[in-house]
Nanobody, 117 residues
Framework: QVQLTESGGGLVQPGGSTRLSCRVSGIILSVFWYTTLEWYRQTPGRERELVGRLATEGSTEYSASAKCRFTISRDNSRKMVNLQMNNLRPEDTAVYYC????????WGQGTQVTVSS
């Protein structure tokens, strides 16, 4: 059974940085290589929104808010996807979810990021 487990996040001051990680288990490495990996976020009362996408061939896509501040990367050997977030703003406060897609779609349980002084 494929499972995604996020880690990282917590309370961060405005202008600070944090790194989220998501480990994908229950999938063999050769399949992970061809899995599209994404980070989403959600705040109360709003729909979940895409933060960044990392395609299998290595191309990336970011939301307008995340561009130039966030970086998505993958560690194939450890079957992980990371989201480095810099210059954080209070409006980045949300629950962040990782998503993996390879024929089926799998979501992590989410991790809270709070940006506040």
């Amino acid at each position: 059974q494929v499972q995604l487990t996020e880690s990282g996040g917590g309370l961060v001051q405005p202008g600070g940085s944090t790194r989220l990680s998501c480990r994908v288990s229950g999938i063999i490495l050769s399949v992970f290589w061809y899995t599209t990996l994404e980070w989403y976020r959600q705040t109360p009362g709003r729909e979940r929104e895409l933060v960044g996408r990392l395609a299998t061939e290595g191309s990336t896509e970011y939301s307008a808010s995340a561009k130039c501040r966030f970086t998505i990367s993958r560690d194939n050997s450890r079957k992980m996807v990371n989201l480095q977030m810099n210059n954080l703003r209070p409006e980045d406060t949300a629950v962040y979810y990782c998503k993996a897609t390879k024929r089926n779609t799998y979501w992590g349980q989410g991790t809270q990021v709070t940006v506040s002084s």
